[in-house]
């Protein structure tokens, strides 16, 4: 008998046409569709997230020794690359040198993702550290010069937005959201609420309506396993309770594509 993983690859598998249910927005997470032949953040995650009509690609970004801009998520370089050192520990001309298993390619520069995506796909960041300012101008030079459209978002809140010039929306939960709304902050320029599925509920939902701001529920594998939800049903019952309230925005594992279809 198919398991549920295997069935969900096999719809992934599949062209895309028309697959994503009407004005939802799905936001890739961990680099695009990830499976058994694509790693996180690999070019062929993010080709098949673009293929396949996704919003938005969340990727994770980590700097090299040497100060370059890279896609990975982990804190070291083992799962895909069998190198138990990190991004950070080796300088770019020693990663690009190194091939995933699966895909055979080396870790993507953030340039090269801009380049990729530009025209077809916007950007979620994961900043996986805090850099000096310099660091997040550049991310942002790459992104006007490779024409990513908007919105552009970043996970990581106030301490990332003062770095991007208010040209970057950052994430911000329920409690954050109204802090910032009473402070007098225009928050609808300024946020996105982001919940893990779980736990957005009425009360964030009618808050960010008010506030004009756009809410997203994180549906992701380890969160249910964290949890000790069933990898299947926990996020089956939270997108039929999501939708039925109206959420429109989704970050989500791959495998969970065919709940919105």
């Not at 969900?8 to 697959?19: F, I, Q, V």
């Not at 919003?55 to 138990?84: A, C, N």
Request: charged share 25%; glycine share 8%; with cysteine.
């Amino acid at each position: 008998m198919m398991t549920r993983r295997e069935f969900a690859s096999t719809l992934l598998a599949t062209p895309a046409a028309a697959a994503i249910a009407k004005g939802l927005h799905l936001i890739a997470h961990r680099g695009g569709v990830v499976d058994s032949t694509r790693p996180e953040n690999s070019p062929g995650a993010v080709q098949s997230a673009i293929d396949r009509g996704y919003w938005m690609i969340e990727v994770d970004i980590r700097q090299t020794r040497d100060g370059e801009p890279v896609l990975y998520h982990d804190r070291t370089l083992e799962k895909y690359f069998s190198e138990t050192r990190g991004a950070e520990e080796l300088t770019w001309a020693e990663l690009r040198k190194l091939k995933s298993n699966p895909g055979g390619k080396a870790p993507l520069h953030f340039e090269e993702l801009c380049a990729m995506c530009g025209g077809k796909m916007r950007l979620m960041l994961d900043m996986k550290a805090q850099w000096e300012a310099p660091f997040y101008q550049r991310l942002l030079r790459y992104m006007v010069d490779g024409k990513i459209p908007g919105p552009i978002w970043s996970l990581g809140g106030q301490r990332v937005y003062p770095f991007f010039d208010g040209k970057v929306m950052v994430s911000s939960n329920r409690k954050s959201l109204l802090a910032a709304a009473e402070a007098g902050e225009a928050v609808a320029e300024r946020y996105f609420l982001f919940e893990l599925g779980s736990d957005l509920g009425k009360e964030s939902f009618d808050l960010a309506r008010k506030l004009k701001v756009a809410p997203v529920a994180a549906i992701n594998t380890f969160r249910y396993t964290m949890a000790k939800r069933d990898e299947w049903e926990g996020p089956k019952e939270d997108i039929a309770k999501l939708r039925a309230m109206g959420i429109m925005h989704y970050q989500v594992d791959s495998i969970y594509e065919p709940l919105f279809v």
